[in-house]
């Protein structure tokens, strides 16, 4: 029986967590759960120059808003760490001894100086190599010497004068594979692992069998191939994630612009479970054959964390670049929001959610407490795009309405002054006399309705009331919004629009 599949994520700490990032550990987490397997955290550490100071909680942070649960990693811990590359370094030296022993590597003491004209030299000969293999020709006791002189050196791969190796990526398909460096450096000599090296030792050492990562990795694949060789370990299957791009093409990078980093979406109020969704689905079915008729089980946008665990399938997942969709975010978002409002529980996580902004927009509303708040959601729900819009979307149910509010004043001019003052006075006559237990839309619709005959019409009616309720803006239907703003509300702003129209 073949052992239990085993993925893992190893983002570098170089700053905050990239869309891409998130989208691998999805889907390591997606394929791990689908496959009864596991994944885990890997800290790829190594280059010291590029570290910055807590990027590792950034991408804790982000994994956990995500719902992505790692089995292994820093904190949870596990059997097969340390799970930071920079604590690993005495594994790393053993396993490039093992290879100087095997005379698969050597020493290098090449100055930097004489690496630079040798480049240059090589360039300029037409030759794609970067290095010549000087010190792959010296002497065992010319090397010893060196070493008691404590010459700075790093460590080489001896790579083979021989064709690439080939391979199959579960993405890809069989790329044309990339050549292989001549002779690669793999121990610097500030005696830090390369990336390659760590890469390859981690990945056996903690049993991965299936590497899920960027396409930008997939020229390094042959190179990672070789070391496998010269260990003499099996190599693990791979899977190349095609780029994400911005919507005008452009690649979706860590130096350009806005929403490549995950913490724009957390800062932003975007469902997670739409983020997920979004990354997972943007790919899928691009294998298709196009004559083929339809498939009633292909992948539809909106799906669950557990659906994408179901329905995932890399098979399925094109190889192209993949452009990301913000309207589709949107629609996600709002399909991902109104699922949430459906269950009760959840329904009061997010008004516990958005209750700290909407403190600070209105401070002195009474109506602020959870109970309203949650409720105010659930009625404007189709108004929002994401839960932080709700304080600009309900303002006028926790303070005053702005009448000077350019909208207000474009509303109040389009109506005609004799249809506004009636509708207002016959509105507050009628709900006036509605009695306090029929506070409710359906019955606040009723006793408004036979209004619009009076006034020139429904449309006369419901401008009115929108302005002298709502300041204009737009929302729910009135009755509804009548309901959410309670009696006294709605008859104090009525008697109030009244009063200023008396004293025009």
Same mark, same amino acid.
Request: glycine share 8%; proline share 9%; net charge negative.
């Given at each position: 029986? &073949?052992?239990? &599949?085993?993925?893992?994520?190893?983002?570098?700490?170089?700053?905050?967590?990239?869309?891409?990032?998130?989208?691998?550990?999805?889907?390591?987490?997606?394929?791990?759960?689908?496959?009864?397997?596991?994944?885990?955290?890997?800290?790829?550490?190594?280059?010291?120059?590029?570290?910055?100071?807590? !990027?590792?909680?950034?991408?804790?942070?982000?994994?956990?808003?995500?719902?992505?649960?790692?089995?292994?990693?820093?904190?949870?811990?596990?059997?097969?760490?340390?799970?930071?590359?920079?604590?690993?370094?005495?594994?790393?030296?053993?396993?490039?001894?093992?290879?100087?022993?095997?005379?698969?590597?050597?020493?290098?003491?090449?100055?930097?100086?004489?690496?630079?004209?040798?480049?240059?030299?090589?360039?300029?000969?037409?030759?794609?190599? /970067?290095?010549?293999?000087?010190?792959?020709?010296?002497?065992?006791?010319?090397?010893?010497?060196?070493?008691?002189?404590?010459?700075?050196?790093?460590?080489?791969? !001896?790579?083979?004068?021989?064709? &690439?190796?080939?391979?199959?990526?579960?993405?890809?398909?069989?790329?044309?594979?990339?050549?292989?460096?001549?002779?690669?450096?793999?121990?610097?000599?500030?005696?830090?692992?390369?990336?390659?090296?760590?890469?390859?030792?981690?990945?056996?050492?903690?049993?991965?069998?299936?590497?899920?990562?960027?396409?930008?990795?997939?020229?390094?694949?042959?190179?990672?191939?070789?070391?496998?060789?010269?260990?003499?370990?099996?190599?693990?299957?791979?899977?190349?994630?095609?780029?994400?791009?911005?919507?005008?093409?452009?690649?979706?990078?860590?130096?350009?612009?806005?929403?490549?980093?995950? !913490?724009?979406?957390?800062?932003?109020?975007?469902?997670?479970?739409?983020?997920?969704?979004?990354?997972?689905?943007? /790919?899928?079915?691009?294998?298709?054959?196009?004559?083929?008729?339809?498939?009633?089980?292909?992948?539809?946008?909106?799906?669950?964390?557990?659906?994408?665990?179901?329905?995932?399938?890399?098979?399925?997942?094109?190889?192209?670049?993949?452009?990301?969709?913000?309207?589709?975010?949107?629609?996600?978002?709002?399909?991902?929001?109104?699922?949430?409002?459906?269950?009760?529980?959840?329904?009061?996580?997010?008004?516990?959610?958005?209750?700290?902004?909407?403190?600070?927009?209105?401070?002195?509303?009474?109506?602020?407490?959870?109970?309203?708040?949650?409720?105010?959601?659930?009625?404007?729900?189709?108004?929002?795009?994401?839960?932080?819009?709700?304080?600009?979307?309900?303002?006028?149910?926790?303070?005053?309405?702005?009448?000077?509010?350019?909208?207000?004043?474009?509303?109040?001019?389009?109506?005609?002054?004799?249809?506004?003052?009636?509708?207002?006075?016959?509105?507050?006559?009628?709900?006036?006399?509605?009695?306090?237990?029929?506070?409710?839309?359906?019955?606040?619709?009723?006793?408004?309705?036979?209004?619009?005959?009076?006034?020139? /019409?429904?449309?006369?009616?419901?401008?009115?009331?929108?302005?002298?309720?709502?300041?204009?803006?737009?929302?729910?239907?009135?009755?509804?919004?009548?309901?959410?703003?309670?009696?006294?509300?709605?008859?104090?702003?009525?008697?109030?629009?009244?009063?200023?129209?008396?004293?025009?």
């Amino acid at each position: 029986m &073949p052992p239990l &599949p085993r993925l893992r994520f190893a983002p570098s700490p170089t700053g905050s967590l990239h869309l891409g990032g998130l989208r691998t550990a999805l889907f390591n987490h997606l394929l791990a759960r689908k496959w009864g397997g596991k994944w885990l955290l890997r800290i790829e550490d190594t280059d010291q120059t590029r570290l910055v100071e807590g !990027s590792v909680d950034e991408i804790r942070r982000g994994l956990e808003w995500a719902g992505l649960d790692y089995d292994e990693g820093p904190v949870v811990g596990g059997s097969h760490g340390p799970y930071y590359q920079a604590q690993r370094l005495d594994m790393y030296h053993s396993h490039a001894e093992d290879l100087l022993r095997k005379d698969r590597a050597y020493r290098c003491f090449c100055e930097p100086a004489q690496l630079a004209a040798t480049r240059l030299r090589l360039q300029q000969s037409g030759s794609m190599a /970067g290095y010549d293999r000087t010190c792959r020709k010296l002497e065992p006791d010319d090397v010893k010497h060196r070493l008691s002189l404590h010459q700075p050196h790093c460590i080489r791969l !001896s790579t083979p004068d021989e064709p &690439p190796p080939s391979f199959a990526d579960l993405v890809f398909g069989n790329p044309s594979p990339h050549p292989v460096p001549v002779d690669p450096i793999i121990v610097k000599t500030d005696g830090f692992p390369t990336y390659h090296l760590a890469n390859v030792v981690d990945d056996h050492s903690m049993e991965i069998t299936h590497v899920l990562r960027g396409e930008e990795w997939l020229p390094s694949v042959p190179l990672h191939l070789t070391l496998y060789s010269a260990f003499g370990w099996e190599p693990p299957q791979f899977a190349h994630l095609p780029l994400l791009l911005n919507p005008d093409g452009s690649k979706m990078s860590k130096r350009t612009g806005v929403g490549a980093f995950v !913490s724009e979406y957390m800062d932003k109020g975007w469902e997670p479970e739409a983020v997920l969704n979004w990354l997972a689905t943007a /790919g899928w079915g691009g294998k298709r054959d196009p004559h083929a008729p339809p498939d009633p089980d292909a992948t539809p946008s909106y799906l669950t964390l557990k659906e994408l665990i179901a329905k995932f399938d890399l098979s399925n997942f094109t190889n192209r670049r993949t452009v990301l969709s913000p309207n589709m975010l949107l629609y996600l978002n709002k399909e991902h929001m109104q699922e949430k409002l459906s269950d009760p529980v959840e329904r009061r996580k997010m008004a516990e959610r958005i209750m700290p902004a909407m403190k600070a927009r209105f401070p002195d509303s009474p109506n602020v407490n959870v109970e309203y708040v949650e409720q105010v959601i659930v009625t404007l729900e189709s108004r929002l795009g994401v839960l932080p819009d709700l304080p600009a979307a309900a303002d006028y149910l926790f303070q005053e309405p702005d009448y000077n509010d350019p909208v207000a004043v474009k509303l109040r001019n389009s109506i005609p002054g004799e249809a506004y003052a009636t509708s207002l006075e016959a509105s507050l006559d009628a709900l006036n006399q509605l009695n306090p237990a029929n506070w409710k839309e359906a019955s606040i619709k009723q006793a408004l309705d036979p209004i619009s005959a009076q006034v020139g /019409g429904m449309r006369q009616l419901m401008g009115s009331l929108r302005y002298a309720l709502l300041g204009g803006k737009p929302g729910v239907g009135i009755a509804l919004s009548c309901e959410l703003l309670g009696r006294e509300a709605v008859l104090r702003r009525l008697r109030e629009r009244i009063a200023n129209v008396q004293g025009e």
